[in-house]
T-cell receptor, first 110, second 116 residues
Framework: DQQVKQNSPSLSVQEGRISILNCDYT??????FLWYKKYPAEGPTFLIS?????DKNEDGRFTVFLNKSAKHLSLHIVPSQPGDSAVYFC?????????FGAGTRLTVKP | DTGVSQNPRHKITKRGQNVTFRCDPI?????LYWYRQTLGQGPEFLTY????????KSRLLSDRFSAERPKGSFSTLEIQRTEQGDSAMYLC??????????????FGQGTRLTVV
């Protein structure tokens, strides 16, 4: 059962523009959501998180939005930089294990 | 402490052999997770520990898989009688449960297993 879904396997964006990565979940018990970035041959690196009591969390160029009614979260990167090119995973937790989406490969073109 | 450490980074084994991976979490973290990742997929949950107690196991974790965290610090994941389908990246992560609230998990670099 895939409780966390990232329906776009890839996204290509021009440098300087906004990147929007989307994630949907099915389990309404999830109360903590995270985004990870992964480069080849490395483990995922934590990027930003949001608790279910919030609808927005911002950290520099990265902002995560949570829409609980739609069971949807998104990651906005602005402005996008070539170094942001990586696979991005969203994850959701209900206090115990974390469930991950399949990932979206972001390519930021110079 | 530089983060979560996994050993070995790479392992090639013949089908039918047993393999064991080690994970050293961030020292103050009381939660430790094992995930498996195959090409094109996100990390799939296998099991997690809170201190030395194994609290949850995925149905992906067949009888050939066993994980331990004997002293609540490092953990080992053993796969017995390996099969080619076990080939994957095995990721370990740790986090801190503080006051009933979980924090973000930090991942190691993974152990890439190839079963030939």
């Amino acid at each position: 059962d895939q409780q966390v879904k990232q329906n776009s396997p890839s996204l290509s964006v021009q440098e300087g523009r906004i990147s929007i990565l989307n994630c949907d979940y099915t389990n309404s018990m999830f109360d903590y959501f995270l985004w990870y970035k992964k480069y080849p041959a490395e483990g995922p690196t934590f990027l930003i998180s949001i608790s279910s009591i919030k609808d927005k969390n911002e950290d520099g160029r990265f902002t995560v939005f949570l829409n609980k009614s739609a069971k949807h979260l998104s990651l906005h990167i602005v402005p996008s930089q070539p170094g942001d090119s990586a696979v991005y995973f969203c994850a959701a937790s209900e206090g115990n294990d974390m469930r991950f989406g399949a990932g979206t490969r972001l390519t930021v073109k110079p | 402490d530089t983060g979560v450490s996994q050993n070995p980074r790479h392992k090639i084994t013949k089908r039918g052999q047993n393999v064991t991976f080690r994970c050293d979490p961030i020292s103050e973290h009381n939660r430790l997770y094992w995930y498996r990742q195959t090409l094109g997929q996100g990390p799939e949950f296998l099991t997690y520990f809170q201190n030395e107690a194994q609290l949850e196991k995925s149905r992906l974790l067949s009888d050939r898989f066993s994980a331990e965290r004997p002293k609540g610090s490092f953990s080992t994941l053993e796969i017995q009688r390996t099969e080619q389908g076990d080939s994957a990246m095995y990721l370990c992560a740790s986090s801190l449960l503080r006051g009933g609230t979980n924090t973000e998990a930090f991942f190691g670099q993974g152990t890439r297993l190839t079963v030939v």
